[in-house]
């Protein structure tokens, strides 16, 4: 246990977070995981008052600013010696949950698999298209 603070309220904290990762499934590893760590860190920084964000700006606003974060650097990554190796740009055809969609992706050797774009081939198997090669290099094109 910790030599200052409230051991009891650190106590109340280790059943709160075994709760919060056997209650929803969790794997026990959680507690362990970088990303779990960093946020408890940044929350003990924060004042008394820090209420966590609701279930909307999760879904909106948190949620597009953690795909633009790891968009950068995927990004930055992958074209950190462009000149040197360059980059493969590849896709292919994929339907979930009933929705045609082609994936555009790229790798290099600074960043193996990284999706550029997810297009929504809906309108284009409705009259009469195909997810063919042509197709998905047409799409690769529209990128460039």
Request: hydrophobic share 45%; with cysteine; proline share 5%.
């Amino acid at each position: 246990m910790t030599t200052h603070g409230n051991p009891q309220a650190e106590d109340e904290l280790h059943i709160a977070i075994a709760h919060w990762i056997a209650a929803h499934c969790l794997p026990f590893s959680m507690a362990e995981d970088a990303l779990f760590k960093r946020m408890l860190v940044k929350a003990r920084a924060k004042n008394h008052k820090y209420a966590p964000p609701t279930r909307y700006q999760v879904a909106g606003c948190l949620l597009d600013a953690n795909f633009a974060a790891y968009q950068k650097d995927a990004l930055d990554m992958l074209l950190a010696d462009v000149e040197t190796y360059g980059v493969s740009i590849f896709g292919d055809g994929a339907t979930i949950v009933k929705t045609p969609m082609t994936n555009i992706l790229t790798s290099s050797p600074t960043n193996p698999s990284c999706v550029l774009d997810v297009v929504n081939c809906t309108n284009h198997m409705m009259t009469a298209g195909k997810k063919d090669t042509w197709y998905i290099a047409k799409r690769i094109l529209h990128l460039m």
